[in-house]
């Protein structure tokens, strides 16, 4: 799926251990400042807004 989807989110400069990501107001993940860093591909978490609306959909 990685080679066909791909939402990457990358932030730099980050100081904290630790960090909440939203979406909309609603929680998706704790990511490490390392994670964002490098970066994290949405499209493989199942619990944003736009997965649900994509199942919504194919329905």
Same mark, same amino acid.
């Given at each position: 799926?990685?080679?066909?989807?791909?939402?990457?989110?990358?932030?730099?400069?980050?100081?904290?251990?630790?960090?909440?990501?939203?979406?909309?107001?609603?929680?998706?993940?704790?990511?490490?400042? =390392?994670?964002?860093?490098?970066?994290?591909?949405?499209?493989?978490?199942?619990?944003?807004?736009?997965?649900? =609306?994509?199942?919504?959909?194919?329905?």
């Amino acid at each position: 799926m990685q080679q066909f989807s791909n939402e990457q989110m990358k932030i730099e400069g980050l100081t904290g251990r630790a960090y909440l990501l939203k979406i909309d107001g609603q929680p998706i993940g704790t990511f490490s400042g =390392q994670a964002l860093k490098a970066g994290v591909n949405l499209a493989t978490l199942h619990n944003t807004p736009q997965y649900r =609306q994509a199942l919504q959909i194919m329905d």
